[in-house]
């Protein structure tokens, strides 16, 4: 069973214009969620987290939106840049429930146009 | 700073060889750590967990095995490779020392592995 689920495989946008990637989980138990960016032959870079107390966390171009009731998470990048072409791997942990663990989705594509 | 080391990068072995990668942390103590495989256009799958020295959580079964001999050194073995063994394996460490939560996990470079 997959807990944590990115729906779309792969997203193409246009540079400068707004990134939107979302995750869907189905654990209740989920408290603490994290973005990481991955190039290829690499290991993944941490990008963005956010706590289950809060709906939104922002760092620069990158901003996390949480909707608890619909345990949705979306990652907007604005603008978006060439270089922002990568897979993205959303995340997730059950803190509270002492889990050391987190459960990735299987990611989505990006691919940012000159 | 923290960083973490994976070694080798890249590596070719045949069908029922014997296995080593090596993981290694440095500017934190008593980190988590974690070993995963990236299979061919797949996710990341944990494959084994460590909370400290000695301590070792297998999530999988398989032919793999980890052993975390010092507080920041994780090994990944096999006694005999099979071709499904083929990926991309990516350790990864967290706790403290960074200015994000302790639950944070920050991954090394990875080592490809090829099995023929």
């Known amino acids: 069973d997959q807990q944590v689920k990115q729906n779309s495989p792969s997203l193409s946008v246009q540079e400068g214009r707004i990134s939107i990637l979302n995750c869907d989980y189905t654990n209740s138990m989920f408290d603490y969620f994290l973005w990481y960016k991955k190039y290829p032959a690499e290991g993944p870079t941490f990008l963005i987290s956010i706590s289950s107390i809060k709906d939104k966390n922002e760092d620069g171009r990158f901003t996390v939106f949480l909707n608890k009731s619909a345990k949705h998470l979306s990652l907007h990048i604005v603008p978006s840049q060439p270089g922002d072409s990568a897979v993205y791997f959303c995340?997730?942990?059950?803190?509270?429930?002492?889990?050391?663990?987190?459960?990735f989705g299987k990611g989505t594509k990006l691919t940012v146009n000159p | 700073s923290q960083t973490i080391h994976q070694w080798p990068a890249t590596l070719v072995q045949p069908v029922g060889s014997p296995l080593s990668l090596e993981c290694t942390v440095e500017?934190?103590?008593?980190?988590?750590l974690y070993w995963y495989r990236q299979a061919a256009g797949r996710g990341l799958q944990l494959l084994f967990y460590?909370?400290?020295?000695?301590?070792i959580s297998s999530e999988v079964p398989q032919n793999l095995s980890a052993s975390r001999p010092q507080d920041r050194q994780f090994i990944l073995s096999s006694k005999k490779l099979l071709l499904s063994d083929s990926g991309f394996y990516l350790c990864?460490?967290?706790?403290?020392?960074?200015?994000?939560?302790?639950?944070?996990?920050?991954f090394g470079p990875g080592t490809r592995l090829t099995v023929l």
């Open positions: 995340a997730a942990s059950a803190r509270q429930g002492g889990s050391e663990k987190l459960v």
């Open positions: 460590s909370v400290g020295i000695g301590q």
């Open positions: 500017g934190t103590s008593n980190p988590n």
């Open positions: 990864a460490w967290s706790g403290f020392g960074t200015k994000s939560s302790t639950d944070t996990q920050y």
